[in-house]
């Protein structure tokens, strides 16, 4: 037989605090969840803040430049050896006054340069990056979502802009440009072709994962209740499809924004994006390539600044990746 139960009549739950409950229970949105993840995540938010600080660099380059450095274009040809053309002192002849060093030839600021090339850079790959997404998302939805002669005709578009010889196409386009067109000239008409040409011919890449998310999405149960309370195509796709295709389309724009760095700096780097004096990191990459033997330091600066930011981009947008999709870790 077993012992008889003993209950502590002081121990019972009073019923004013039975009715109570536990307290208010605050949920947390998709975007709560996945802050808390990326948090976690110290690699990711290194890259990220990277990404914010280059960011502030580059809209603030003549403000930094005015305090730290000197005008980018401006000669200080008393810093370079007259006989050897290469910079006086060690490291190309870094110093307080010339952070990164100066120049061959002309004596011009490496740290300014690099600044200013910045801001080239990252416009060209932004811009780039936001005519992708909006054509591949407005095609690839369109293409999943109806499916058919539509999505044929789409996926095929897609196939036959994955196969053309992209940076063939830049090096013939942009070595052609006139000095005037559209109402633009100079720099600014290299920028919007160069811009058009990446962005315009990359859409297809972003356009295949909107296509994939699409074609799962339309099959959900979401999709087919608001079908039933008579929601048109229209409404199904602004409401119910691209809210839920805003995570990935973010997470490969993070990954599309170093891919154009890229694509930018090696058009400058073989002469034909945006043209000296203007500052560039691939222009500047490419008239170092002549100095490598007698002033290695000159190809430091600008290749390490390519290199950090694709580095950081990849970074963060891999962190974004896991922090929005746990199950693609």
Sequence with gaps: MSTPLEIDPSATAQPEAVLAGPGRIEGR????????????DKVALAGGLFVVLLVLCAVFAPLIVGVLGHPPDEFHQELVDADLQTPIGPF??????????????NGRD?????????QISLLIAFLATVLSVVIGT???VVAGFFGGVVDSLISRAMD?????????????????????????????LRIAVIVFIIGFFNWPYIGRIVRGQTLSLREREFVDAARSLGARNGYILRKELLPNLVAPILVYSTLLIPSNVLFEAALSYLGV????????????????????????????????AIFVTVLAFNLFGDGLR????????
Excluded: C
């Design 29 to 40: 949105s998709l975007g709560q969840i996945a802050w808390g993840r990326l948090k976690r």
């Design 92 to 105: 190309g002849g870094a110093s307080w006054d010339f952070l990164f060093g100066v120049e061959p030839i």
């Design 110 to 118: 490496i740290f300014s340069r690099v600044l200013y090339g910045s």
């Design 138 to 140: 407005t095609l690839g």
């Design 160 to 188: 036959i802009f994955l196969a053309f010889p992209l940076l063939v196409f830049a090096l013939a386009l942009v070595g052609v440009i006139p000095d005037e067109a559209f109402g633009l000239s100079g720099d600014s």
């Design 273 to 304: 994006g945006v043209q000296p004096p203007r500052a560039t990191w691939g222009g500047m990459l490419s008239d170092a390539a002549k100095w490598y033997q007698t002033d290695p330091w000159f190809m430091l600066p600008p290749g390490l």
């Design 322 to 329: 896991d922090a929005l999709d746990p199950r693609s870790r």
